[in-house]
């Protein structure tokens, strides 16, 4: 499964969305639109439901992501990704380090959350196939905790990893541009499509800014 | 890895302890007292720590029930029982469903907490080892939430279960003797231990009583 998802893992990754049940639709509603929109990458991330409910949430996230062709991502909870037939788990530096999951799933994409090189290089060696780099902004969401690296800091971590960068943290249409050029693989957006009063709109006019960039 | 592990299982099963951090010791300091006492369950219950801090912390408890020759359980997340090589994973009926365990891992132990025969036996038929039954009395700790199901609930299941079971909920040196008493195979407590002043000297009374029912 995972070399051939892998394959098409970086042009998908132009336009990340992680879906939220904390604004005005559900998880599946914003993930739906957001699929209708043209976004091929959908991360769950969820910590407040119990284990039967996050299952429950993630496998329906999983079937129609599975109907547009997208990957699925399930942030920190490997057995959720396991037991949703997702194709990628996504660990932050307080999840399960990068190595012990590859060790028990091998075949799973993994994205990794780093803030610096160091975190970078180290998530690399691991076994990452992405890294999720960032906050890039400010952000009173939950897209990432922690200062801010800027696109400054951002830069750095794009010119030293050999894999695939996702910026987070912030990223709105305003922004989007000079994150863009920092030759980041893409933008990983919770609020700018799920805060939006159109999150369908919202998501097309996001992956115009990527489209600028790249061929996704 | 599991067939060597059951074969053991119907005896160790007669003190069951969940170890927590709530209390004056920490998880690790609980359990060795508690396997220095004798006992040979452990269970690993933990819902607030990050997904790293839990891995780090079932680690130490796995090392720790190897050194005495001990089953380690992991409650509700089959991710940490996976990372930290655990004997067992123990679902709760708001947690991963029982098959979906079986299916990911074929050879972890695999507990189930029940309230009433229903439940039992639908858990006996998708592939538990043994069952937690409970709270048999009410309790002011997590031992299990909802209504209590008293001694003649627990009678019930232990008649109708053909695995073995394990009661849970307010269990302590008063009232151990009459639950023992239905012929469930074991007590899981986690106050009647780590609540007590003394946690080894509460563990080992706790097993002078199951061994007055039986061999563990």
Redesign the interface.
Known sequence: MRAGKLKNLERHLGLYFITDNSFAHSYIELAEMALKAGVRVIQFREKRM????M?ESAREIRRLTEDYGAIFVVN????IA??SDADGVH?G?????PK?VRD?AGDLILGVSVRNVEEALVAERDGADYLGAGPVFTTSTKEDAGDAIGVAGLTEIVKAAKIPVVAIGGINHSNAQSVLETGCTGIAVISAIAANNDPKKSAEKLLEIVRSFKKI
Do not use: G
């Open positions: 119990s284990t039967k409910e299952l920190d909870r490997l057995d396991l037991a660990v530096q307080d999840d399960m380090p012990v028990i």
